[in-house]
């Protein structure tokens, strides 16, 4: 397909694993955000790339969270040692280029469940 | 730091009439982009229409269009003609250059659009 694509569509494990979060963004697009949509926290910008590069990691909720991007194309956001505050809809999004005028296309998200 | 405050947690129409969400934010900036997108129960973020901040015409996208006031900071969605496909969550986000943050959306609460038969 054409849109961004998330996987997988929905994680269910247990505190204190590990768990790995994929993101292919539409092709050509050089910029990928990831964001996290919670029922108490509403929609929070975690971490953008622009190209493989992350300019500005303050958005991640603590040091558990690690995101990379490699050649330009799929991301992975990883949570280490999962807590249960980590329970929510994490949502991927790419743009053609970096800007604030840039429209962001989503992907479906990955619900995680943190039991 | 940006804020975007949707008041309407729910709302409901009837199908084929108008509704009117609304949204306000608050920007130092004076140059800004603003965004209504619509999230179905599918999950995926839609973008519904933009508006730039210096253009003064609201902008329009077939039966959805926009108030803006840039005064007031107020950032209405119309939708005319409502159909059952527009029951969504509806979202109002603002990017500006705020600090050299562009690339990223700030998000209100949304609002619950159910639409009647």
């Known amino acids: 397909g054409a849109g961004v694509s998330q996987s997988p569509s929905n994680k269910v494990t247990e505190k204190g694993k590990d768990v790995e979060l994929r993101c292919d963004p539409i092709s050509g697009h050089t910029a990928l955000y990831w964001y996290r949509q919670s029922l108490g926290q509403g929609l929070e910008f975690l971490i953008y790339?622009?190209?493989?590069?992350?300019?500005?990691k303050s958005g991640l909720p603590s040091d558990r969270f690690s995101a990379e991007r490699t050649g330009g194309s799929v991301s992975t956001l990883t949570i280490q040692r999962t807590q249960q505050e980590d329970s929510a809809v994490y949502l991927c999004?790419?743009?053609?280029?970096?800007?604030?005028?840039?429209?962001?296309?989503f992907g479906d998200g990955t619900r995680l469940s943190i039991l | 730091a940006q804020t975007v405050t949707q008041s309407q947690p729910e709302m409901s129409v009837q199908e084929a009439e108008t509704v009117t969400l609304s949204c306000t934010y608050d920007t130092s900036e004076s140059d800004y982009y603003l965004f209504w997108y619509k999230q179905p129960p599918s999950r995926q973020m839609i973008l519904v229409i933009r508006q730039e901040a210096y253009k003064q015409q609201n902008a329009t996208e077939n039966r959805f269009s926009v108030n803006f006031q840039k005064a007031a900071k107020s950032f209405s969605l119309k939708i005319s003609d409502s159909q059952l496909g527009d029951a969504a969550m509806y979202f109002c986000a603002s990017a500006s250059n705020s600090g050299g943050s562009n690339y990223k959306l700030t998000f209100g609460k949304g609002t619950l659009l159910t639409v009647n038969p």
């Open positions: 790339f622009q190209g493989n590069s992350a300019p500005d």
């Open positions: 999004a790419s743009s053609l280029r970096i800007g604030r005028g840039q429209p962001q296309h």
